[in-house]
């Protein structure tokens, strides 16, 4: 007997032991029992090695799972392939944090040392979000868990180097890059933060050599980079400045003469139309010195601070970059060249693990050829074989992609693949995919020393999706072609370049094939109000915390049936309390059923019944499974949830449960039929629900199963099939009686609400104009119409007594006197009322769409929610307005 409450915590863990111990999550390579399975393939995005679960993943992994289970069900070969990446600068920051705290450091350890310490604190601390991940019930193969740094990942990282670098598309040049000068290392786009933050423009005159008292002004929010500036630009077409270009300026402090050159990047809209030139500080610098051959000072070392150049002064040599910034203000000040200071508001770059200010800054670096691996990348999505879901991305895909810029792959660490290149004494370069192969390039007696750099983050997850499979070992082959393309990727919008664009550029280079067919982009998840979640707001939701709350079903619920193509997730608590409540409407119900006897028969055959309301519910199993299926092809996760969560709670246990209660109550012909078909349409349910909320589902068909069969145990819903209904069809009869009746009762229901009937009065109902099918339909439902709608008596009549209330439907008029029941003037005065009330609620909503700042400025999810509930507003009234003309 299942217990009176439903209590999550109880059954989660236990099912999932379960689920682990039956191996059920397996992919089975030789096509499974009956070999002929069709294989399915999604590649989990593997989360970083020193990550928690937060609400991105949890959406990610229920989106994930949901498709995982579903194809498993439906007779696929399905690998849902997981593992953990090895993230380069996290996982050295965390463990340099902690010998930070022991009082010692990497550089104390040496190289060797401080990789088995990072290998040690995986092993014992890493991979904290597989545990929370099997809390929220996914359920990929995890004997198949792959790491980016482990032997078979790594081999394949090595070899993709190699062969990259003999094709000519790896190589080293000297560029800008991001340098975070705490970390001492180059980092991607993605680990840099912009914060927006008060500053100072400086505007600073630079004396134009050969002319008194002539200057040319421009403005800086960095004086320190002025001592590498080697140009000043103007806009060619600038009247101002005309004369100028080709003139030089001496530049400040260092005394160094640059030419004033043209070009359009200097904007003549923008402070005086003239911008220095710092072609090693600033990456829109670089482009303009590359474009002019213009000298490359780098001015700053490592750590930021002034490099002993020979033409900085001395006294700036060894300064931090702000302690410079405020001796070069003050000099100038002195010198009189510092014409304005201004206050502003601007964007600083910000390093996302060090949280201090990052450098433009021109070194030695390894880059890939990007431009040459996205062509075909390009190409991939241009003729369909991948598509993006919304497709609107392949806009964004295409904007980077036709701009990219070489790819810089080298980091600073020691956590990491090391690249495998090796130099000689002079410098020289050997690549090769061990030492002994660079040995036998350069020779026996050459003294060679590796690289010390490791490669981006990013370079191996670009693999994933046929390095994970075990290529290049060729004992992998087989894995390789069965599961190689995958049939969709999901991931979030924030990652599109980084991994999505750079794992089709790999996978069509080493594979000649896409990586996945399909590639779906979920949205944000934000908080309630529509804000982005974050710890500096305070509105950050912990989806472990909810687990303990509500249990896993009903957080994993409200993400999906919240996950609407391209628009952001509002989540609020009350939401996934309402799904909790769905779970526990879902558990009483099978309970009901439960105490009532409600198993399908061994021999029940659902095309058999002959009692209406049976056959209207059976067809209706067959639309709610049509929905889900539709709505998962096309990716619409929110449709095919709202499909199953609509079925349940309303078509099945708020109105069949309640149509067909009296008859399992006494001796009615319909008993055995009706407990047959309850119990068939609960099992189905279970079943169609069992992606969307797996706990519970598996909790009561396994509990059914006990009942019905006297202990004997059903195989795990986990594994149970799809249902196919193919042998079923939908009595176009049983659905438009039970459609009629729903109508009837629903408007019963509205006026009573609308007129404040008080739900123990129970109302006569007059019927007019109801033609003969009309008549029969209320004689063959009295019972049910009375009780539902809780009328007194139902008869039918010529007129229309005073104080009734009417509504029509179809072409029949309901009537329900209620003037013995009402206070008729009271009931006016609080129409009106509430009427008024929502004319001043629309009054506000309308004056700020009205407001073209609070439309321009307001993000867009506020203006339109102020839509929706102008649309609520009116409505409630036009309903209420309704109700108060007819009082």
Same mark, same amino acid.
């Given at each position: 007997?299942?217990?009176?409450?439903?209590?999550?915590?109880?059954?989660?863990?236990?099912?999932?032991?379960?689920?682990?111990?039956?191996?059920?999550?397996?992919?089975?390579?030789?096509?499974?029992?009956?070999?002929?399975?069709?294989?399915?393939?999604?590649?989990?995005?593997?989360?970083?090695?020193?990550?928690?679960?937060?609400?991105?993943?949890?959406?990610?992994?229920?989106?994930?799972?949901?498709?995982?289970?579903?194809?498993?069900?439906?007779?696929?070969?399905?690998?849902?392939?997981?593992?953990?990446?090895?993230?380069?600068?996290?996982?050295?920051?965390?463990?340099?944090?902690?010998?930070?705290?022991?009082?010692?450091?990497?550089?104390?350890?040496?190289?060797?040392?401080?990789?088995?310490?990072?290998?040690?604190?995986?092993?014992?601390?890493?991979?904290?979000?597989?545990?929370?991940?099997?809390?929220?019930?996914?359920?990929?193969?995890?004997?198949?868990?792959?790491?980016?740094?482990?032997?078979?990942?790594?081999?394949?990282?090595?070899?993709?180097?190699?062969?990259?670098?003999?094709?000519?598309? $790896?190589?080293?040049?000297?560029?800008?890059?991001?340098?975070?000068?705490?970390?001492?290392?180059?980092?991607?786009?993605?680990?840099?933060?912009?914060?927006?933050?008060?500053?100072?423009?400086?505007?600073?005159?630079?004396?134009?050599?050969?002319?008194?008292?002539?200057?040319?002004? $421009?403005?800086?929010?960095?004086?320190?980079?002025?001592?590498?500036?080697?140009?000043?630009?103007?806009?060619?077409?600038?009247?101002?400045?005309?004369?100028?270009?080709?003139?030089?300026?001496?530049?400040?402090?260092?005394?160094?003469?640059?030419?004033?050159?043209?070009?359009?990047?200097?904007?003549?809209?923008?402070?005086?139309?003239?911008?220095?030139?710092?072609?090693?500080?600033?990456?829109?610098?670089?482009?303009?010195?590359?474009?002019?051959?213009?000298?490359?000072?780098?001015?700053?070392?490592?750590?930021?601070?002034?490099?002993?150049?020979?033409?900085?002064?001395?006294?700036?040599?060894?300064?931090?970059?702000?302690?410079?910034?405020?001796?070069?203000?003050?000099?100038?000040?002195?010198?009189?060249? =510092?014409?304005?200071?201004?206050?502003?508001?601007?964007?600083?770059?910000?390093?996302?693990?060090?949280?201090?200010?990052?450098?433009?800054?021109?070194?030695?670096?390894?880059?890939?050829?990007?431009?040459?691996?996205?062509?075909?990348?390009?190409?991939?999505?241009?003729?369909?074989?991948?598509?993006?879901?919304?497709?609107?991305?392949?806009?964004?895909?295409?904007?980077?992609?036709?701009?990219?810029?070489?790819?810089?792959?080298?980091?600073?660490?020691?956590?990491?693949?090391?690249?495998?290149?090796?130099?000689?004494?002079?410098?020289?370069?050997?690549?090769?995919?061990?030492?002994?192969?660079?040995?036998?390039?350069?020779?026996?007696?050459?003294?060679?020393?590796?690289?010390?750099?490791?490669?981006?983050?990013?370079?191996?997850?670009?693999?994933?999706?046929?390095?994970?499979?075990?290529?290049?070992?060729?004992?992998?082959?087989?894995?390789?072609?069965?599961?190689?393309?995958?049939?969709?990727?999901?991931?979030?919008?924030?990652?599109?370049?980084?991994?999505?664009?750079?794992?089709?550029?790999?996978?069509?280079?080493?594979?000649?094939?896409?990586?996945?067919?399909?590639?779906?982009?979920?949205?944000?998840?934000?908080?309630?109000?529509?804000?982005?979640?974050?710890?500096?707001?305070?509105?950050?939701?912990?989806?472990?915390?909810?687990?303990?709350?509500?249990?896993?079903?009903?957080?994993?619920?409200? =993400?999906?049936?919240?996950?609407?193509?391209?628009?952001?997730?509002?989540?609020?608590?009350?939401?996934?309390?309402?799904?909790?409540?769905?779970?526990?409407?879902?558990?009483?119900?099978?309970?009901?059923?439960?105490?009532?006897?409600?198993?399908?028969?061994?021999?029940?055959?659902?095309?058999?019944?002959?009692?209406?309301?049976?056959?209207?519910?059976?067809?209706?199993?067959?639309?709610?499974?049509?929905?889900?299926?539709?709505?998962?092809?096309?990716?619409?996760?929110?449709?095919?949830?709202?499909?199953?969560?609509?079925?349940?709670?309303?078509?099945?246990?708020?109105?069949?449960?309640?149509?067909?209660?009296?008859?399992?109550?006494?001796?009615?012909?319909?008993?055995?039929?009706?407990?047959?078909?309850?119990?068939?349409?609960?099992?189905?349910? =279970?079943?169609?629900?069992?992606?969307?909320?797996?706990?519970?589902?598996?909790?009561?068909?396994?509990?059914?199963?006990?009942?019905?069969?006297?202990?004997?145990?059903?195989?795990?819903?986990?594994?149970?099939?799809?249902?196919?209904?193919?042998?079923?069809?939908?009595?176009?009869?049983?659905?438009?009686?039970?459609?009629?009746?729903?109508?009837?009762?629903?408007?019963?229901?509205?006026?009573?609400?609308?007129?404040?009937?008080?739900?123990?009065?129970?109302?006569?109902?007059?019927?007019?104009?109801?033609?003969?099918?009309?008549?029969?339909?209320?004689?063959?439902?009295?019972?049910?119409?009375?009780?539902?709608?809780?009328?007194?008596?139902?008869?039918?009549?010529?007129?229309?007594?005073?104080?009734?209330?009417?509504?029509?439907?179809?072409?029949?008029?309901?009537?329900?006197?209620?003037?013995?029941?009402?206070?008729?003037?009271?009931?006016?005065?609080?129409?009106?009322?509430?009427?008024?009330?929502?004319?001043?609620? $629309?009054?506000?909503?309308?004056?700020?769409?009205?407001?073209?700042?609070?439309?321009?400025?307001?993000?867009?999810?506020?203006?339109?929610?102020?839509?929706?509930?102008?649309?609520?507003?009116?409505?409630?009234?036009?309903?209420?307005?309704?109700?108060?003309?007819?009082?």
């Amino acid at each position: 007997m299942l217990d009176k409450t439903f209590d999550p915590k109880a059954i989660e863990e236990k099912h999932y032991s379960k689920w682990e111990s039956a191996d059920a999550f397996a992919c089975a390579p030789d096509g499974g029992k009956e070999g002929d399975k069709k294989p399915w393939t999604i590649m989990m995005p593997p989360p970083n090695v020193t990550g928690s679960l937060h609400m991105g993943h949890a959406l990610n992994t229920t989106l994930q799972d949901i498709l995982t289970r579903y194809n498993r069900m439906n007779g696929r070969d399905a690998l849902w392939q997981p593992g953990l990446d090895h993230a380069g600068i996290a996982t050295q920051a965390v463990v340099e944090k902690q010998l930070d705290a022991e009082g010692t450091s990497r550089h104390d350890m040496g190289r060797e040392g401080f990789v088995n310490r990072v290998w040690n604190w995986k092993a014992e601390s890493g991979g904290t979000i597989i545990g929370q991940m099997k809390r929220l019930g996914a359920t990929p193969d995890w004997s198949r868990e792959r790491f980016t740094m482990d032997e078979g990942l790594s081999r394949a990282v090595t070899k993709v180097f190699v062969q990259l670098h003999k094709e000519g598309l $790896i190589y080293k040049d000297k560029r800008l890059v991001n340098w975070d000068p705490k970390l001492g290392t180059t980092i991607s786009d993605i680990e840099v933060e912009q914060k927006e933050q008060k500053g100072q423009m400086w505007h600073i005159r630079y004396p134009i050599e050969g002319a008194t008292a002539e200057y040319i002004t $421009i403005a800086t929010t960095r004086p320190e980079t002025m001592l590498g500036d080697t140009a000043i630009a103007v806009h060619p077409d600038d009247e101002r400045y005309k004369d100028m270009i080709g003139k030089t300026v001496n530049v400040p402090i260092v005394n160094r003469l640059i030419p004033i050159i043209a070009d359009e990047y200097a904007d003549p809209e923008q402070g005086s139309g003239a911008v220095k030139i710092t072609p090693a500080h600033d990456f829109n610098d670089f482009e303009v010195g590359k474009r002019h051959d213009l000298p490359m000072i780098n001015v700053l070392d490592t750590k930021a601070k002034i490099a002993a150049l020979e033409d900085i002064p001395t006294e700036y040599h060894g300064l931090d970059r702000y302690e410079a910034r405020k001796r070069l203000v003050k000099e100038l000040d002195e010198m009189d060249l =510092l014409a304005q200071v201004e206050t502003i508001k601007n964007s600083i770059p910000y390093g996302s693990r060090s949280d201090v200010v990052i450098e433009p800054y021109l070194t030695d670096q390894w880059y890939v050829d990007a431009e040459t691996l996205a062509k075909p990348a390009i190409e991939a999505v241009e003729s369909g074989k991948a598509k993006f879901v919304p497709d609107n991305w392949k806009n964004t895909y295409f904007e980077w992609m036709r701009n990219i810029q070489p790819w810089c792959i080298s980091r600073q660490l020691w956590w990491g693949h090391q690249i495998p290149a090796w130099y000689d004494e002079d410098g020289a370069v050997y690549v090769a995919e061990s030492e002994e192969e660079a040995r036998a390039q350069a020779g026996p007696d050459v003294q060679l020393t590796r690289d010390p750099d490791v490669l981006d983050t990013w370079f191996s997850s670009a693999l994933w999706p046929f390095s994970t499979l075990g290529w290049p070992d060729e004992s992998a082959k087989d894995m390789v072609d069965r599961y190689y393309p995958g049939d969709v990727l999901i991931t979030g919008f924030d990652i599109i370049f980084f991994w999505v664009a750079r794992m089709m550029m790999m996978g069509l280079h080493f594979m000649d094939d896409v990586p996945f067919h399909t590639v779906y982009m979920h949205a944000l998840v934000r908080d309630s109000s529509g804000q982005k979640m974050s710890k500096s707001k305070g509105n950050v939701m912990d989806p472990l915390t909810l687990i303990d709350k509500y249990g896993a079903d009903a957080v994993r619920f409200t =993400l999906t049936a919240m996950a609407a193509q391209g628009r952001d997730l509002r989540l609020a608590e009350e939401r996934i309390e309402g799904y909790r409540n769905f779970a526990t409407k879902l558990w009483n119900a099978s309970r009901y059923c439960e105490m009532n006897e409600c198993f399908a028969a061994a021999d029940f055959d659902p095309a058999s019944v002959t009692y209406t309301p049976n056959q209207w519910i059976i067809g209706e199993v067959m639309v709610a499974k049509t929905a889900i299926d539709d709505a998962l092809a096309a990716y619409k996760f929110n449709e095919a949830a709202n499909a199953i969560y609509q079925f349940t709670r309303g078509t099945f246990c708020d109105w069949y449960l309640e149509f067909t209660k009296p008859l399992l109550q006494e001796d009615s012909d319909h008993k055995a039929e009706i407990r047959s078909t309850t119990g068939w349409v609960l099992d189905q349910i =279970l079943i169609l629900l069992n992606p969307f909320m797996p706990f519970i589902t598996e909790e009561l068909y396994e509990a059914r199963a006990q009942e019905e069969k006297e202990g004997a145990e059903r195989p795990l819903l986990l594994q149970t099939a799809w249902p196919n209904y193919d042998h079923l069809g939908v009595d176009e009869g049983a659905t438009e009686k039970m459609t009629w009746l729903i109508r009837i009762i629903s408007e019963i229901r509205s006026v009573r609400a609308d007129m404040n009937v008080p739900a123990g009065a129970k109302v006569q109902l007059l019927v007019k104009d109801a033609c003969d099918q009309t008549q029969e339909g209320f004689e063959a439902y009295d019972e049910i119409l009375k009780r539902m709608g809780r009328l007194e008596s139902i008869a039918m009549t010529g007129d229309v007594p005073a104080g009734s209330i009417q509504v029509i439907v179809d072409k029949t008029t309901l009537i329900m006197p209620v003037a013995d029941i009402i206070d008729l003037d009271k009931e006016r005065t609080r129409l009106a009322k509430e009427i008024d009330r929502l004319d001043a609620e $629309i009054k506000k909503v309308d004056q700020n769409l009205a407001n073209k700042k609070f439309v321009a400025n307001a993000p867009e999810e506020v203006v339109e929610e102020q839509h929706s509930r102008k649309a609520e507003f009116l409505g409630t009234k036009e309903k209420l307005a309704s109700a108060l003309n007819q009082l």
